[in-house]
Nanobody, 125 residues
């Protein structure tokens, strides 16, 4: 059983930056797909970025490429999402999720087994 705890959300103006953290415990962190997802009110949950902890391979949604960076600190079993040039449309609840496996084979939220409680990101214009 993997437990995930997110932190780092908040309110910023457009163009600002935030860094989200996701601390993992209780599972095999070294070989797991970790993902960041977001859900805005009235919209479906969507993938933002993923990283496979065994290889550090990363994947990004087109909407965040060049602005967001996902990274990991294996010593702390923590995954980060550094967000720059934030836009009002980035406003959402951000969730960390985990999927055990050999690589990040899916971007569908429904396929991820473990979820954090979420952290709110609000970007004002």
């Amino acid at each position: 059983q993997v437990q995930l705890v997110e932190s780092g959300g908040g309110s910023v103006q457009a163009g600002g930056s935030l860094r989200l953290s996701c601390a993992a415990s209780g599972g095999i962190y070294s070989t797991i797909c970790m993902g960041w997802f977001r859900q805005a009110p009235g919209k479906e949950r969507e993938g933002v970025a993923r990283i496979y902890t065994g290889t550090s391979n990363t994947y990004y949604a087109d909407s965040v490429k060049g602005r967001f960076t996902i990274s990991q600190d294996n010593a702390k079993n923590t995954v980060y999402l550094q967000m720059h040039s934030l836009k009002p449309e980035d406003t959402a609840m951000y969730y960390c999720a985990a999927l055990p496996g050999n690589y990040c084979w899916t971007e569908r939220p429904a396929d991820f087994l473990y979820w954090g409680q979420g952290t709110q990101v609000t970007v004002s214009s």
